[in-house]
């Protein structure tokens, strides 16, 4: 007896450890009888309580788009010399198009509750998703330390402002060390603790911070426009950063360029958008959030920015689309901190969100027992840092061959979950079969991989990635803004002829 009683205490202890080490409050998933255990720990388990509402999603999207990134990327496609309503219309159809597929990628984990890359083991195999848990985990460590290195950036201009003594630690030909300055390796050190110490505190944290970044930017935002239209009058906004040089049919193609680029830059966080809708406690409250966070919110914060970065042109004498330069400029410390600060914040949002929670579910994917969520975190945090992400910003040619070629496997990825999901499997899905290894398991397949997941996906990624390396073929450099629509089509229409054919045989 005292035995059993001990052998329970001590199982009680290890599921305790378990779930600390997680970094979720006990009970965050159940572990069913049966599971496996190199499939299972509590981060992976279908969760036992869904409690997001839709402000909560509707939060996430802002911390998404209300970046340095976000900001530059809105401001650009006021610059590609189209009319001021073709951009408009180019936003409304780009984000209705992110909105649509983001609400697909949502419903199986908000069906089921388990994370990205534990829905893949349905079209996959209980193993073979660990082949899309690495790719969306690889491209997501690199974006981490680049936008970690660009939050530094913006704190170093806070810096400098309040001591400009530093100024000679910001010359990396002085104080240099693999290609950054000692204020740099400061700044970048401090911002990659406190990411990593939100990060350790666990979901409940984290979704705190996003609901509070999004709206900060958006007050910060509306002040600095407030300061600048005080500045120059309303007269002098302009809803287009250039001159029109498009119109008619020559603006279609441009407009479709345009309608592409929004839909890449939301290509990553649109993938892994499950690791998020399984916190959902209904799929009306995520599709909701969805809706107020995309096409209402990416809207508005669009119009924003071009009315700040057009004020600019008349104030300082040139085009900034760089919000934190447009701050800088001001003659005051204090909007100058409060700014750069507030953007600071806004890109550690979008970095936990985007480039830390997903790597952290994909490499616990992997080896479940071995590495937590914590853990998986941990992993992609020290990657982002061997990598010298601000050698890889300051160089086109690194980042074109190395996360474009990566980022050609979102699209493939993708058709290939919404084909098994919505097409082959009919939205149904046996939650408990992706958690056990047995042969004779429906997720099993073929010693645990599904082969026409992952041959759907390697042609998909193929076909896209010829435009994006031979970019002076003829047409590829056009062609290479589709790359994601080309693989997404491939891979669902190849995963579906081939899952056909398998049914058959």
Not at 200 to 225: H, K, S
Not at 416 to 441: C, E, H, K, N, S
């Amino acid at each position: 007896m005292a035995d059993t009683i001990s052998g329970s205490q001590e199982a009680t202890a290890q599921h305790e450890d378990l779930v600390e080490a997680a970094g979720m409050p006990v009970g965050g998933g159940e572990v069913r009888p049966g599971y496996d255990p190199r499939l299972t720990n509590e981060d992976l388990a279908p969760l036992r309580r869904q409690t997001w509402g839709a402000y909560n999603i509707f939060a996430f999207w802002m911390s998404d788009v209300h970046s340095v990134g976000g900001y530059v990327t809105a401001g650009s496609l006021f610059a590609l010399g189209l009319s001021s309503w073709q951009v408009l219309v180019a936003l409304v159809v780009g984000i209705s198009i992110v909105y649509f597929f983001c609400n697909l990628v949502a419903k199986p984990s908000q069906a089921t509750g388990v994370p990205y890359p534990v829905i893949n083991r349905v079209a996959f195999g209980v193993l073979g998703a660990n082949v899309p848990a690495i790719i969306r985990g690889s491209i997501a460590v690199a974006w981490y330390g680049i936008q970690t290195y660009l939050a530094s950036a913006a704190l170093d201009v806070v810096v400098l402002k309040l001591w400009p003594g530093l100024m000679p630690y910001a010359d990396v030909d002085k104080w240099g060390f693999l290609g950054l300055p000692l204020l740099g390796w400061c700044s970048y050190a401090l911002l990659w603790v406190l990411q990593a110490a939100v990060f350790w505190t666990g979901m409940e944290t984290i979704r705190r911070f996003i609901d509070f970044c999004g709206p900060a930017v958006y007050v910060v935002m509306v002040v600095l426009a407030g300061y600048l239209i005080s500045r120059a009058g309303w007269g002098a906004i302009d809803l287009k950063l250039g001159d029109v040089k498009y119109h008619g049919l020559d603006a279609v193609p441009v407009m479709l360029g345009a309608i592409a680029l929004v839909v890449s830059y939301f290509s990553g966080p649109m993938l892994n958008f499950g690791d998020f809708s399984r916190y959902g406690k209904s799929f009306a409250s995520v599709r909701t959030g969805n809706l107020l966070g995309l096409p209402v919110n990416f809207l508005a914060f669009s119009i924003l920015v071009v009315v700040t970065s057009s004020l600019t042109i008349p104030i300082f004498g040139e085009l900034i689309t760089d919000p934190v330069q447009t701050v800088a400029r001001i003659d005051s410390t204090f909007a100058i901190v409060l700014g750069a600060l507030t953007f600071t914040i806004a890109t550690i949002g979008i970095n936990i969100v985007a480039n830390f929670i997903s790597p952290a579910f994909d490499f616990s994917n992997v080896s479940p027992q071995r590495i937590s969520w914590r853990a998986g975190g941990m992993i992609a945090a020290v990657g982002s840092v061997l990598i010298t992400p601000w050698n890889l910003y300051n160089n086109p040619d690194v980042i074109h061959y190395t996360l474009e070629i990566l980022g050609a496997a979102i699209g493939p990825l993708f058709g290939v979950l919404i084909a098994d999901y919505y097409l082959v499997r009919r939205q149904r899905v046996d939650v408990d079969a992706m958690f056990t290894m047995a042969p004779d398991g429906r997720y099993w397949y073929r010693r645990g991989y599904n082969p026409p997941a992952l041959i759907a996906t390697a042609v998909g990624a193929v076909v896209a990635v010829v435009p994006v390396l031979w970019t002076h073929g003829p047409g590829m450099h056009t062609t290479a803004q589709y790359s994601w629509f080309i693989g997404m089509a491939l891979g669902l229409l190849t995963y579906l002829a081939l899952s056909r054919r398998t049914a058959e045989s």
